[in-house]
């Protein structure tokens, strides 16, 4: 047991008329088991896997043919297949719902705002669906889109995935070349793009890079632009407004095999060309309904939001909802713009149930004091999720404190290589103080130290020692397979080795401590860079931080690299209470060697900071493709410093 209090506990009748107690009964009727708690409901979803996932397709109602075989090749974590006489299709699953309710809600910058219904989402689809088969769009074929997180990018995804397509996206965030890396990889025959975009209160034209990316990009044969802007240009493009204005009478959804690819996303490309990571039909859906109605507890008409990017693995994530017959809330733009209110202001007048962010974001609401609770009606809310990095202890206080207190604050944990997640939340378990409340249900996620021993309550690697369905078919065009391997599978035999620093609480509770790669190591002692970050980014006088360790005398050195609040400058002053704080929070170990002050900390499209990139420049090496970044320039302030020379 927990000697701590938890910030947030389920009442009795939570949880009784949650979903995840609906599926305990089910399980408990359908497989002569008797669960009385989510530990025996996860033990028997690891032991008996094949009952768990077979249950689970019948208890969310998958539409399909799910086969008589559930596994083969199981104890081969690579090999092993799923469902593999299963016929289905993506987009029929989340179009299962024909009413005339809202089912997507749009918001951008510069008052742009609307929604689509049940009804009018099913005939978009069906009218971009009939035009792509017209234009000799086949199963398999792979469709594009560079295109901001808005209703249409959906119509087109379940358009493309409703023939059999695969689907893959970029943020028009993205450079050219960034997006040629990527699609250049794939080879997709059609293009969805748009006029511009809003961001931060500019209105940005695509025009050129789409005509540099269309021309570099051979395999593609149409371009369908969607207009947003208002923007004029002379690309040479299908207009999106005259596809869907043809009436279609039906959609004519194409049987897919259960480990068909479905997607392909990205890796960051920060240590070379992207991974083009390709997930399975059957693994994305059975895992995102797992996760929505079960760990998220979605229920038909909630209406569920995630500050995303077509770019992140969290917008594939979120569109899922639709399965479990939720409406979509998306927003384009900055959520600082015109201030930090925008979100919640969005919230109240659409009355979201469950708000999905990143964990910089909630750390920027509390540095800004801002107390969304106090100036919102907030009652519809009932999940908080927080995911892109880790959420420090500090942050679950604020959002008790600022937001709300009857609330499942849900941190989660997984990623692109899975499109979902190992570690998240739970409408029936308890809220610790910087903990993710339970290891997904299917998910045998262990904890191994050094000598690949499992254990709990010390910090090691995260693993999964047992195959699941959202393990990716493979990456795009590695024939071999070695790349994937490589990739999971080379630290431990079997076993997928996930690159997270982490412990297993006694309870089943995780606490995560940065990616393995970026530990740092002093005196051969391995730290995780978010125990630094926690206490250094409580300070008023840090706006973030990002943390390395350099090689020094034949042993490694921390070096932490602040942003300061406008107004301040790093003297020897703010460095003693720097080093003090560490210090005192962590271990002396923990404390930097050196301090010093950057203007801008260089990250990812999808937000993450790159410690990897960072250390290189610092030690003379080459960062690859820095192209992959969302602001590459800020790399050259990390180079030749003299105080780490």
Not at 186 to 201: E, I, K, M, Q, W
Not at 235 to 263: S, T
């Amino acid at each position: 047991m927990n000697s701590v209090a938890p910030l947030w506990q389920p009442t009795q009748k939570q949880i009784d008329q949650s979903l995840m107690r609906e599926f305990m009964l089910f399980a408990n009727d359908r497989c002569k088991q008797s669960f009385s708690d989510y530990d025996g409901l996860y033990e028997w979803s690891i032991d008996e896997k094949e009952d768990f996932w077979s249950t689970l397709w019948d208890f969310c109602g998958v539409i399909g043919d799910k086969g008589k075989r559930v596994l083969i090749d199981g104890d081969d974590i690579e090999k092993a297949q799923w469902f593999p006489d299963a016929r289905l299709n993506f987009a029929e699953n989340l179009l299962r719902k024909k009413s005339s309710e809202i089912a997507i809600y749009f918001r951008a910058e510069d008052q742009v705002e609307y929604t689509l219904t049940w009804q009018q989402l099913y005939e978009q689809v069906a009218s971009v669906a009939d035009w792509l088969r017209s234009n000799g769009l086949q199963a398999g074929d792979r469709v594009a889109a560079y295109m901001p997180n808005m209703p249409e990018t959906i119509v087109a995804m379940l358009a493309a995935t409703s023939l059999g397509a695969v689907w893959t996206s970029t943020s028009p965030d993205f450079g050219e070349e960034s997006v040629i890396d990527r699609f250049g990889q794939t080879s997709p025959r059609f293009l969805f793009t748009v006029d511009g975009y809003f961001y931060n209160g500019k209105k940005i034209d695509l025009a050129d890079k789409v005509r540099n990316i269309g021309a570099a990009l051979p395999s593609v044969e149409k371009i369908i632009q969607v207009n947003l802007a208002g923007l004029q240009n002379d690309l040479a493009v299908v207009n999106w407004a005259e596809i869907i204005a043809r009436p279609v009478a039906g959609i004519d959804f194409v049987p897919r095999g259960f480990n068909d690819p479905l997607y392909v996303l990205y890796s960051s490309g920060t240590t070379g060309k992207p991974k083009c990571i390709t997930h399975k039909v059957g693994g994305v859906l059975l895992q995102h309904l797992k996760e929505h109605m079960l760990h998220c507890d979605i229920r038909p008409s909630d209406r569920v939001f995630y500050f995303t990017t077509c770019g992140w693995m969290m917008w594939n994530w979120l569109v899922s909802a639709l399965a479990s017959k939720a409406a979509l809330v998306l927003y384009d733009g900055s959520p600082f713009y015109p201030d930090g209110n925008v979100l919640w202001d969005y919230a109240e007048a659409v009355d979201m149930t469950l708000f999905g962010t990143s964990a910089k974001y909630i750390d920027a609401l509390k540095k800004n004091n801002l107390e969304p609770g106090r100036k919102y009606d907030l009652s519809s809310l009932r999940c908080l999720c927080s995911t892109g990095s880790v959420l420090a202890p500090e942050s679950f206080d604020y959002v008790y404190a600022a937001i709300k207190k009857d609330l499942c604050l849900a941190s989660v944990s997984g990623g692109t290589d899975i499109v979902s997640c190992f570690v998240l939340g739970n409408p029936i378990l308890p809220v610790y103080r910087g903990e993710i409340q339970c290891r997904g249900l299917g998910m045998a996620v262990e904890v191994f130290n050094e000598n690949g021993e499992s254990v709990r309550n010390q910090k090691g690697e995260l693993v999964c020692t047992k195959t699941f369905p959202s393990q990716p078919v493979y990456f795009w065009a590695d024939e071999s397979g070695e790349k994937y391997h490589n990739a999971y599978f080379a630290e431990f035999e079997n076993i997928w080795h996930h690159g997270d620093y982490v412990k297993l609480t006694d309870h089943g509770g995780i606490v995560i401590y940065g990616r393995s790669d970026a530990t740092l190591n002093p005196g051969g002692v391995r730290i995780g860079t978010a125990e630094i970050y926690r206490h250094v980014e409580q300070l008023d006088e840090i706006v973030e931080s990002i943390v390395i360790g350099q090689d020094w005398d034949s042993d490694v050195r921390v070096v932490l690299f602040v942003v300061l609040v406008n107004g301040h400058s790093l003297d020897d002053e703010l460095v003693k209470k720097i080093r003090q704080t560490v210090r005192e929070k962590c271990t002396p170990r923990h404390m930097p060697a050196k301090v010093i002050q950057v203007a801008e900390i260089p990250r990812t499209k999808s937000g993450k900071i790159v410690e990897l990139a960072v250390r290189e420049v610092v030690h003379n090496r080459e960062v690859k493709n820095i192209q992959s970044l969302a602001n590459p320039q800020a790399l050259e302030l990390y180079r030749d410093l003299p105080d780490l020379q």
